[in-house]
Every structure is written in structure tokens, then in C-alpha cells.
């Protein structure tokens, strides 16, 4: 719950109109296939800045800690199985499949 509205913020406050026009959007939609469901899924980039809380990265197992900037893959249709991943983990997922 109280995650859910923290991730909901931060992407409010990315998108807020203060930004310049001319620069490319902050969450210009990335889509991945996501390595653990084989689903079409969202990539979304979180920033230091918003990474508040420990999460256990797929790829590795290892945490996440708060204050480094990471990803979430989101399988279009099923937010709630969204997994936060290390970038390099989630790239060589990408390419090579967990192992
Ligand atoms: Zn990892």
C-alpha cells in the first residue's frame, strides 16, 4: 500500500509541467521482455533519488539498497508482479536469459 503511493508520487513529480518542452520526456514508455515471465513488460528507470527502500534483485538475489538508481519491469497487465532489478542485472537477463 504505502509503496504503491510512493512509486505513484515519484512518477507525478517526474511529470510535473515545470520541466522544459523541449527536453524528451522523463518515462518515455521502454519496452522489454520481462526474463522471469516472458511477458512484454514496462521498463521504468528509477533514479537514486527515488530509490527509498531495499529490494532483492531477481537477477542476482542481492538487495537493492536505497539511494541507487535501478530498474522495474512491469509485465503489461499484471503491475502487481513488477520486480525492481540492478540495470546491469536486468541487461544481461535481457541478452542472455537467468541462469
Ligand atoms: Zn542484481
Known amino acids: 500500500m504505502c509503496e504503491e503511493s510512493v512509486h505513484f508520487c515519484n512518477i507525478i513529480q517526474a511529470m510535473a509541467p515545470h520541466r522544459r518542452r523541449d527536453r524528451p520526456p522523463a518515462f518515455a514508455a521502454t519496452f522489454v521482455e520481462d526474463p522471469l515471465t516472458g511477458k512484454t513488460s514496462e521498463l521504468q528507470r528509477v533514479q537514486p533519488y527515488q530509490a527509498r527502500k531495499e529490494y532483492v534483485c531477481p537477477g542476482c ?11 522495474v519491469i512491469v509485465p503489461m497487465g499484471q503491475p502487481d508482479l513488477r520486480r525492481h532489478w540492478h540495470t546491469p542485472c536486468q541487461l544481461r537477463a535481457a541478452r542472455h536469459g537467468l541462469r
Open 61 to 71: 538475489n542481492q538487495e537493492i539498497r536505497p539511494g541507487t538508481g535501478h530498474v
